[in-house]
């Protein structure tokens, strides 16, 4: 990681979000007080939370909707040929699963690989000097004490959720039986340049530093009023821990701190009452707890002109009387010439695109009532009347007043219909490719299927064009993305073992 480090904390001494940075010598900045902190937390540490319709340059892991089963290719679009030669090559090595991550379709170039690595270790970079500077910042007043709290539970916050996407991009899905061997992703919590190489470390460290990190900042941030939702707050904190639980499959935890976060906010969108003259998902929504980062939906699949669109497969999965059906997935039917299926959770009534959260790093309520109801379901027993109590708690406002039954299942049945409950809800979010990785090392149900996706060489209206379909299966390795190719060239850092990957068949069609 030496490279990684040197490189981020000479372009923070050399360039600054504000001028807080104007003095400084070859090694070392100068903070005038606590708000320069703060402006650095703002503009460096924060994923910027500008939103773009088309250019995905500026979205973080925007490929992440692609690698699962949300998605598939749009075949009834008429702009095929602008979507795949700017599109679908562009993340050919993720939405086929590849060794290479960053290999185009003739599998003799690449693109980088390495963008979201250094962004995430970047605003790690930023957040580990706010830790190491903000105890040395004069604080005499209630009101300064408060905020030299709030920037340094803010900073903790954002370093275990960093640290909490890095280890899930690349490293094991986690296992309690394994996590003290199993490879996570490189640590360091100091601000000073060392000249060592940092390895990567065993999931149960990185685990244990995130969930460290979050007790620090929920102790930072007890009793403090939220500035706005691009600022975390206690609730975020809360949020975060049950679902960092949740993925360690301590069900225990994962209930407590989802109930703490409800104590918090606990409020739903009754979409029997929702008129959508606002997006379902933005930052006014008594649902949202937290947002930050772009929003990438429209370039993927709200569009025809991108080529992709909500998979048949999680169009299947809402039941007759599920209005999410309406307002989180639809169909243009003004245009039955080009019908497709696209994501407007984020997009007003008039459909206007006006995203002002993000498609992969949006905390709602929803995620908490879901966590305490996947929770209570997987420690079973006397659990289960409370996994279904917060599962129809949802349930009551999402499907029509006449269409909801109480939920009677039980067992791995119960945890099926939380599993899918959690897919409806929380679609186009950033959390359906976590998801599935988790289930497939699922101590309870484990996940044992496959999921598909195709990559499509088009020809025009009289050239045979030719589907290419890829398969990945529970327990294929590919589950972990591959340490980015320029970061292994120089950090000499130990690959996962993803496999190389072909297609499993062709079909080959005229339009």
Same mark, same amino acid.
């Given at each position: 990681? *030496? ?45 910027? $939370? ?41 993340? %050919? ?17 690449? *693109? ?29 007043? !209630?009101?300064? *004490? ?17 640290? /909490? ?15 003290? $061997? ?30 460290? !990190? ?59 009452? %929702? ?7 933005? =930052? ?5 707890? /937290? ?71 949006? %905390? ?21 009347? =409370? =996994? ?39 679609? %186009? ?17 484990? /996940? ?31 589950? $972990? ?20 990957? $072909? ?9």
């Amino acid at each position: 990681m *030496k490279y990684i480090y040197l490189t981020g904390l000479l372009w923070l001494l050399f360039t600054s979000c504000s001028d807080f940075l104007k003095e400084y010598s070859l090694d070392q900045a100068y903070v005038r007080g606590y708000s320069d902190l703060d402006e650095l937390l703002i503009g460096e540490t924060y994923m910027a $939370t500008e939103y773009y319709d088309m250019n995905l340059d500026k979205v973080y892991y925007p490929y992440i909707h692609m690698m699962a089963d949300e998605t598939q290719e749009n075949t009834e679009s008429v702009n095929w040929q602008t979507s795949y030669s700017l599109f679908q090559k562009q993340f %050919f090595g993720y939405i086929t699963w590849q060794y290479r991550i960053g290999l185009n379709p003739d599998k003799l170039t690449t *693109k980088a690989e390495d963008t979201d690595w250094n962004k995430l270790y970047k605003h790690i970079n930023t957040a580990n000097m706010i830790l190491f500077e903000i105890d040395k910042q004069s604080a005499e007043t !209630d009101e300064d *004490k408060q905020a030299v709290a709030r920037i340094r539970g803010e900073a903790y916050f954002l370093r275990a959720a960093y640290y /909490f996407t890095l280890v899930n991009l690349y490293g094991q899905p986690y296992q309690p039986a394994n996590a003290a $061997t199993a490879l996570g992703v490189p640590v360091k919590t100091s601000p000073v340049i060392e000249d060592k190489m940092f390895p990567r470390e065993s999931l149960a460290t990185v685990y244990s530093l995130i969930i460290q !990190d979050l007790e620090q900042a929920a102790t930072n941030l007890e009793g403090i009023a939220r500035k706005s939702i691009y600022r975390a707050n206690l609730t975020a904190v809360r949020l975060l821990q049950s679902r960092v639980y949740l993925y360690m499959q301590n069900w225990a935890e994962a209930a407590k701190y989802a109930q703490l976060c409800l104590d918090l906010q606990s409020d739903l969108i009754d979409l029997n009452t %929702f008129d959508g003259s606002k997006a379902f998902a933005e =930052a006014s929504s008594p649902e949202t707890i /937290f947002s930050m980062g772009g929003n990438g939906i429209q370039a993927i699949i709200t569009t025809a002109q991108k080529g992709l669109s909500a998979s048949e497969d999680l169009k299947a999965c809402y039941k007759e009387g599920d209005l999410r059906k309406e307002h989180f997935v639809c169909n243009n039917e003004e245009n039955w010439s080009d019908l497709y299926w696209y994501c407007n959770k984020y997009v007003r009534k008039e459909n206007q695109y006006t995203a002002n959260v993000s498609d992969n790093f949006l %905390f709602r309520t929803a995620e908490a009532w879901l966590n305490l109801a996947e929770a209570y379901a997987c420690m079973g027993g006397n659990n289960e009347t =409370a =996994a279904r109590e917060a599962l129809d708690h949802l349930r009551e406002h999402r499907v029509e007043m006449n269409s909801f039954d109480a939920t009677t299942l039980s067992g791995e049945d119960l945890i099926e219909e939380i599993r899918i409950e959690r897919r409806r809800e929380l679609c %186009f979010e950033g959390h359906r490719w976590f998801d599935l990785r988790r289930y497939t090392v699922s101590e309870k149900k484990p /996940f044992t299927g496959a999921i598909r996706n195709t990559y499509t060489e088009w020809g025009d209206w009289k050239t045979q064009s030719t589907m290419y379909t890829y398969e990945l299966k529970a327990g294929d390795p590919s589950w $972990t993305l591959q340490i980015p190719y320029e970061v292994i060239q120089f950090e000499e850092l130990t690959p996962n073992p993803r496999n190389e990957r $072909t297609h499993i068949s062709i079909n080959q069609f005229y339009l």
